[in-house]
Structures are given as C-alpha cells and as structure tokens.
C-alpha cells in the first residue's frame, strides 16, 4: 500500500520528538552514585471514609460507568499496598523493533500494569480517516493496543501532544513563531478564534473514548491527562502563555464539554504538572478545584537525571506532597511520568530503577497508585529489553514489595464484594 512520503516524513519528525520523553531533557552523566532519601515521620492525615457505596460521590463525574468507578477505587486502594507499573506505548513501541510481547514482558514475564497511550496522531489534522492514511492507521494501531490492554486487565491512561491550532505543526515552543506561541492557548479559549477548531478536537476524543469497548460491549476505563506539564513553557500551554486562570478555564472547559456536552462516561481526570513545584501551594496554583480532578499526578525526569544533588530525596520530597493531597481528599497520587533513557552514548546510572525510582516513590509514607516510564523506540529505551545492560536493576525493581505488574495486579474493573 503506497503512503505518501511527505507523511512518513512528518510522522518520523514527530516520533523522534518524543521519542526522549514528552519533553527534551538533558543528558545526565553515567555511573552516579545515588543519595538513599533520609526516613523521616510524615504527620497523620485525616482520609475520608471511601467505600464501595459511596466510591462514586468522589469522582469528578458522578455518573461514570462501574468499570470506570471500580478503577477509581481499587487504584486508590492499590497504593495502601502496592504500586502498579507501567509504560507509555508497551503495546506499539519496542526497542530495536522488536515486536510480540511487551518489552517489559519480554524481561520480566509479565505485562505492564499501567499502558500509555497518546491523541497526537487520532486528532492530527493530516488523520482523513481512511484506511490508507498513515494517520488513521496510527490511530486504529492505538485503539487495538488499548482493547488489547483492557482484555488483559491492564489500566489505560491517555495524555495528548496536541498541535498548536494557528498552523498546526508542532507543539514544542522551540518550532513556534512568537505570534504562535503567545496566541495559541488564548486561541482556543470560549469566544476566542480557534476554540471551535478545539471543541472538534474534543468531538474526535469523545468519538475514540465511544469506541474503547471490552468483550462485553463495556466502555473502556480511561485516565485522560490533558494539558500536561503546564508549569514549565515547552509546550504551547505551559505557565509562560497562559494565565493560572486561564489554564484553569481551558481544563474545566475540556471536562465538561466531554463529560457533559459529549456525554462521555468512561473517564477519571488527572492533574498532572511537570515536578518545579516543591510546596501544596504551589502544586494547587493552576489546579481547577477537587470536583475536576481524580487523579493528582507529576512528571519527572530531572531529579532522578543524575544532573540534581539528592535528586532521589527531592523527587520523594514532591511525590510526598501529592501523596498528602491524595490522600486528604479522597483522590488517586502517580508519578504520571518519568525515565531515563539508554542510547548508544548515554550510558546507564547504576541501580537506577531499585536504588532511584524504588526509594523516590515508597520512602517517607508516600502512597502512589502508578508510576509510569517513558516508551522505548527503535534505538533507545527507558525500560530494558532482556539483553539490556539495565535489565538484572529492572528486574530486581519489579520483585521489590511495593512493586506490582500485571500478573500481580488485582482485579481492577469490579468493586469488592
């Protein structure tokens, strides 16, 4: 089947650009010896009372489905015990192409429990929707890897690399034209130029979430993060384009028109900033309120990059402050992102996934329903393959208590009895 060349072009640019992370981060230095975080009491939080009976009052949309309500819970639940542990493209993208199971089956045995997934090709504008569009095909590819996922009883989550609407090539500021990237969020705002050409953006998601359905015909739970690490400005919606209360505007308006106008019920709403915050307060500068947000999440690559002085310690640090939040008002806390990434000249951190992330996301109390690492491509990857000099770390990261992966994953889309 012919595919015009100039797609595979831009699909390849576009692939590469996030083929580090969902943002460019700098290349630490190989071999740093790890900080081990300092054990400290983390003072008593009052939880609200959630039980299967009244699981459903602390969800942003009160009318979800019950597999949806079911996630909600046993993700919130999973964090008194475990963490669940996932990868962005498990399912699609393999290191060194090779493809059949996961790359974290493949060095595990098992699947991971959390599976990334991403809107950038379904809402491009290049996707005619035909069988014979590279973009379509993407598209179809994501959806099956999703169903694939679900019938398996992995959690699916769902971020969006969305172009910016004035010329609709890159969402990286570095590629933007000032005019774009002062205009763009402002763009799609109600009343402003482009907010019709945003609201057909939410229609094509609202279409695909419409289309996730397992075996029985259920629709498919999903964990939707739109507008994700807002606080910094490589992004056309980060903090140096867009007003707190802007971005607060353009979140809600986004929650309601799927949940409410598209009447989409399959759906838990995260929160989830980059990691420059190191305070609630800060955390909650750009946060539209409880009643639009389930699950409280972060991003970061940088302190545990190797290039930050007990990196290990400030990443829990932050962690801890979403753990507390969670955990004060009934949400679901993840390291919604994060990775280091092996190439041919980017050498390993020795203990990087044991003596690092382990530790970042258990010590001091904090609770995390999942962390996700970043997904593998042709010639790099965050998670090893069996031959990759970090897979003996890996593998003694998933064997570690708190550690869970699909195959220790309880039952995720029913409620306890």
């Known amino acids: 089947m012919k595919i015009n060349s100039n797609k595979i072009l831009i699909a390849a640019l576009l692939l590469a650009s996030l083929s580090c992370s969902s943002k460019d981060e700098p290349t630490p230095p190989p071999a740093v010896i790890p900080v081990t975080p300092i054990t400290t009491v983390t003072p008593s939080i009052t939880e609200p009372n959630m039980t299967t009976a009244n699981v459903k009052t602390f969800l942003v949309d009160k009318d979800a489905t019950l597999e949806t309500v079911a996630m909600f819970y046993n993700l919130k639940k999973l964090a008194k015990t475990k963490i669940a542990i996932g990868q962005q493209g498990a399912f699609t993208d393999f290191y060194q192409d090779a ?118 015909g259920e629709l498919i739970p999903v964990i939707f993060r739109p507008f994700h690490e807002f606080d910094g400005s490589w992004f056309w919606w980060g903090a140096d384009f867009c007003s707190p209360e802007e971005y607060k505007t353009m979140y809600k308006f986004t929650v309601d028109y799927l949940k409410t106008t598209k009447g989409v019920h399959n759906l838990l709403f995260a929160f989830g900033p980059d990691n420059t915050y190191d305070t609630e307060a800060k955390y909650l500068s750009r946060y539209p309120g409880d009643e639009y947000v389930d699950v409280l999440g972060m991003d970061n690559y940088w302190d545990l990059s190797g290039k930050v002085t007990n990196g290990v310690m400030i990443a829990n640090k932050k962690l801890g402050v979403i753990s507390d939040l969670a955990k004060a008002r009934g949400k679901i806390a993840a390291l919604t992102e994060t990775g280091y990434q092996i190439t041919s000249t980017n050498s ?13 996301t258990t010590n001091n109390n904090v609770e995390l329903s999942f962390v996700m690492f970043w997904g593998n491509d042709k010639n790099a990857y965050f998670v090893p393959s069996p031959a990759g000099i970090t897979a003996p770390d890996f593998k003694t990261y998933v064997a570690k208590p708190k550690s869970v992966l699909l195959n220790e994953l309880p039952k995720m889309y029913e409620l306890p009895k």
Request: aromatic share 14%; hydrophobic share 35%.
């Open 348 to 360: 390993p951190i020795t203990g990087w996934f044991s003596d690092w992330v382990y530790p970042a």
């Open 99 to 216: 493809g059949g199971d996961s790359d974290i089956k493949k060095t595990t045995g098992s699947d991971p429990a959390i599976l990334g997934s991403d809107f950038m090709f379904i809402t491009d504008k290049m996707n005619d929707e035909k069988p014979s569009n590279w973009f379509f095909q993407q598209e179809q590819k994501t959806i099956d890897a999703v169903i694939k996922a679900y019938n398996k009883g992995v959690i699916n989550t769902f971020c969006w690399h969305l172009r910016e609407p004035i010329e609709e090539k890159s969402f990286y500021v570095s590629e933007m034209t000032n005019a774009q990237k002062m205009n763009g969020f402002k763009s799609i705002m109600p009343g402003g130029t482009y907010h019709e050409w945003y609201k057909k953006k939410l229609d094509k998601i609202a279409l695909v979430f419409g289309r996730l359905k397992g075996s029985k």
